[in-house]
């Protein structure tokens, strides 16, 4: 029995078109599950300096550390003067970022704002 015989009536073809759809399939589902997105934009009420400032995607495998460090790069270069437009970046952050990353966003800010112990 030949290789095309022993697979049944789909042959060899059908069973890399299963594989193909099983692969798709596969990918389908990590990208479905992942919440990702590759471009971020300021929304259009934020006022300042902070609307000139550029939205960078990153991926983080420590947010609470690249969070604290965005902000501090944001105080320092995107001109944060005072508490006002420190409290419009804290709103750039949460709005760009998913729900789920806000406990970070806020423990970052909280750490920024903090006395050092």
């Not at 400032?53 to 991926?59: F, G, L, T």
């Not at 420190?86 to 952050?93: A, D, G, I, P, W």
């Not at 750490?111 to 050092?116: D, I, L, Q, T």
Request: charged share 30%; glycine share 8%.
């Amino acid at each position: 029995m030949t290789g095309a015989q022993a697979m049944g009536n789909g042959g060899i073809g059908s069973a890399r078109e299963e594989r193909r759809t099983r692969r798709r399939r596969r990918r389908a589902g990590r990208c479905s599950t992942m919440n990702i997105s590759f471009s971020a934009r300021l929304p259009g009420d934020v006022r300042g300096d902070l609307r000139e400032s550029i939205c960078a995607v990153k991926y983080s495998v420590d947010p609470f550390a690249d969070f604290r460090k965005s902000i501090l790069e944001m105080i320092r270069d995107g001109g944060v003067r005072d508490w006002e437009e420190m409290e419009e970046l804290v709103y750039c952050y949460v709005v760009l970022n998913p729900s789920d990353l806000h406990c970070f966003i806020a423990e970052a800010f909280l750490s920024v704002c903090s006395p050092a112990r």
